[in-house]
């Protein structure tokens, strides 16, 4: 009886050692999704979430990439996977906002607020890139929508406050600007 353990007990052993290293790919977040994206190009979900990881790296090029290809993935009528447009045309803008394209990042905000349009961060992240672009009056209202959604939003109070200050509507500025102050946002 005592035998057979001495001859599967390393068997096991060897084909445990083969099995976690043959799933490594599951050790990594990005590396599960690249490795789905491999064998099915068209997995939407699996490019939003590297969109999302590669944004989060800083790496915009990439984040874009996915974000468009997951879009482009969403026009084939023969997928029926899972995909929210809302994040993807999310990340598509912050990606673009993040390369300096500001007029590209504005149409794909406008394109998320399509899909949930009383979004906080879409109406702020909106509101911002429309700040670049000077169309001032449509910002201006993007941020207030912002702030009546969500309190505290200390970034979109910042925002509202220096458009406000540029226009030299100081008296208007001054409340926004301290909230964000107290609210311990800086730079």
Do not use: C
């Amino acid at each position: 009886p005592g035998s057979e353990a001495e001859v599967y007990v390393p068997i096991l052993i060897v084909l445990g050692v083969i099995t976690a290293f043959s799933n490594a790919r599951w050790w990594s977040h990005d590396a599960l999704f690249e490795s789905e994206i491999a064998h099915d190009p068209h997995y939407m979900e699996g490019r939003v979430e590297l969109a999302k990881s590669a944004l989060a790296r800083g790496d915009a090029a990439t984040a874009m990439t996915h974000a468009m290809a997951a879009i482009e993935a969403s026009h084939d009528n023969s997928f029926t996977g899972y995909w929210s447009p809302r994040d993807t045309y999310y990340l598509l803008a912050r990606a673009q906002w993040q390369q300096g394209m500001t007029t590209e990042a504005a149409r794909n905000f406008d394109t998320a607020l399509e899909y949930q349009p009383q979004d906080a961060e879409l109406l702020y992240w909106r509101g911002v890139s429309r700040l670049g672009l000077e169309e001032f009056d449509g910002a201006e209202q993007d941020l207030r929508r912002a702030l009546t959604l969500r309190q505290p939003f200390p970034e979109a109070a910042a925002d509202l406050g220096v458009l406000m200050a540029r226009q030299a509507r100081y008296v208007d500025a001054y409340p926004l600007l301290k909230e964000a102050l107290d609210s311990g946002l800086t730079g």
